[in-house]
C-alpha cells in the first residue's frame, strides 16, 4: 500500500504547509467538475501537478489490483511479462501500479505534459522501481499491454482506436471514470476491438451487442472498495471527498480466446428477509437473479450482502419464474 510519506520527498513542488495543500485539491477538483473550460491548467503548474499526484494517484493506484481480480490466472500470468504502454499516464499512476504489482515488462509512457513527465521520473527513481522509465514509445516484437488508466475519456474514440491499431497490442485495458457518457463512448471501442478480432476477458461474456446498449437510464459501470494509509484517508476527510467507494468502467481485451464461466452482476437490487436480488449480464439479455439466504452459511451469507457491481458469481438454477430465475450461487 502506498503512503503519502512514500511519496512526499519525491515531488516536483514541496507544500509550506497541509493547509496549502488541501487548497491545491480543493482548486483541481473545483476545475474537474465545475471549471472544465480549464480543467489542463493545472498541468502547467508544478503546485498543482504535485497536489494531483498526492491525492489523485495515491488513491487510484489501489484501481490496477482491484482490476487484476477480475482476470484469468493464466493471462495474469502473461501479462507479467508484457510490456506496458501507459496512455495519458499523468505522474505514472498505472506504470507504478504494474511494476509493484510485479510487472516485468518495459514500461513506456506516452504523456503529453512536460511537467506530468518531470513528475513521473521523479517517482520512478525516488522509489527505486526497477529498470528503466521510457518517455516514448519504441515498437518492439516483445507481446505487450496498452494501457487507458482514466486518459480514454480525454480523447476522441478515433484516437484511441488509432493507438490500437498502430501499436498492435496483445491486451487492451480500460480503467476509465464510471460515466454513462463513458459508457457510450466504450462500447464504440469495443466495437472496434471485436472488429479487431480481440476477445473480451473482462465485463462481458460474449461478444454479441451489449444489452444495455439501448438503456436510457442504465449503463454497465463496477463498483469496487478500496483501502488507503491511514494519512491518505486523513487528507480524503480533510478535502471532503470519498475516495474508498468509486463508480469505476473496467474493460480488458485479448488477442486469445477466453472461456467465461462467471457471470457478472450489473446492478444490486435491495434485499429482502429472505433473499439478495440482483441484475446479471449473461450476453445477450439482463435478467434478475434470486438467490434464497436460507441455502447458504452466515459466513457466505456476508459475502453476498457485500456483493457490488463488477463482481463475477458462478450459479446454477433452480427454478425459473417469468422474469426472475432463482439460482444457486456456487462458491
Not at 124 to 133: A, C, D, F, T
Not at 182 to 200: C, G, K, P, V
Not at 312 to 317: I, L
Request: with cysteine; charged share 25%; net charge neutral.
Amino acid at each position: 500500500m502506498i503512503s503519502l510519506n512514500s511519496l512526499t520527498p519525491h515531488l516536483i513542488y514541496s507544500f509550506r504547509s497541509e493547509h496549502e495543500l488541501v487548497q491545491s485539491i480543493e482548486e483541481l477538483s473545483h476545475n474537474f467538475t465545475k471549471n472544465r473550460d480549464s480543467i489542463s491548467d493545472y498541468l502547467k503548474d508544478k503546485r498543482l501537478v504535485a497536489a494531483y499526484t498526492l491525492f489523485y494517484l495515491s488513491t487510484n493506484i489501489g484501481k490496477w489490483n482491484e482490476l487484476i481480480k477480475r482476470c484469468d490466472q493464466g493471462l495474469i500470468d502473461r501479462m507479467k511479462k508484457m510490456d506496458f504502454i501507459d496512455v495519458g499516464a499523468g505522474p505514472g499512476t498505472f506504470s507504478l501500479a504494474f511494476r509493484l504489482w510485479g510487472g516485468t515488462g518495459d514500461v513506456y509512457q506516452i504523456e503529453k505534459s512536460d511537467l506530468m513527465r518531470e513528475q513521473a521520473q521523479h517517482l520512478w527513481n525516488g522509489l527505486k522501481m526497477e529498470g528503466n522509465l521510457h518517455q516514448r514509445y519504441v515498437h518492439t516484437q516483445k507481446e505487450k499491454i496498452l494501457f487507458f488508466g482514466h486518459s480514454a475519456n480525454e480523447m476522441k474514440r478515433d484516437e484511441v482506436c488509432r493507438l490500437i491499431d498502430e501499436i498492435n497490442p496483445e491486451v487492451v485495458i480500460f480503467i476509465e471514470p464510471g460515466t454513462k457518457d463513458f459508457f457510450s463512448e466504450i462500447l464504440s471501442i469495443r466495437t472496434h476491438l471485436i472488429a479487431q478480432h480481440f476477445n473480451l476477458e473482462f465485463p462481458c461474456p460474449t461478444l454479441e451487442a451489449c444489452p444495455m446498449r439501448k438503456s436510457s437510464e442504465d449503463w454497465c459501470h463496477q463498483f469496487i472498495h478500496l483501502k488507503h494509509s491511514p494519512e491518505i484517508e486523513r487528507l480524503c476527510q480533510l478535502v471532503k471527498k470519498d475516495r474508498k467507494l468509486l463508480p469505476i468502467i473496467f474493460h480488458v481485451y485479448t488477442r486469445q480466446k477466453t472461456i467465461q464461466e462467471n457471470t457478472i452482476i450489473v446492478r444490486v437490487l435491495p434485499e429482502t428477509k429472505f433473499s439478495f436480488e440482483w441484475q446479471v449480464c449473461l450476453g445477450d439479455e439482463i435478467k434478475h437473479w434470486q438467490i434464497m439466504k436460507k441455502d447458504y452459511s452466515k459466513d457466505q451469507q456476508k459475502i453476498l450482502a457485500q456483493a457490488l457491481s463488477g463482481d463475477r458469481y458462478k450459479a446454477q438454477v433452480i427454478k425459473a419464474f417469468d422474469q426472475t430465475l432463482r439460482v444457486k450461487i456456487i462458491f
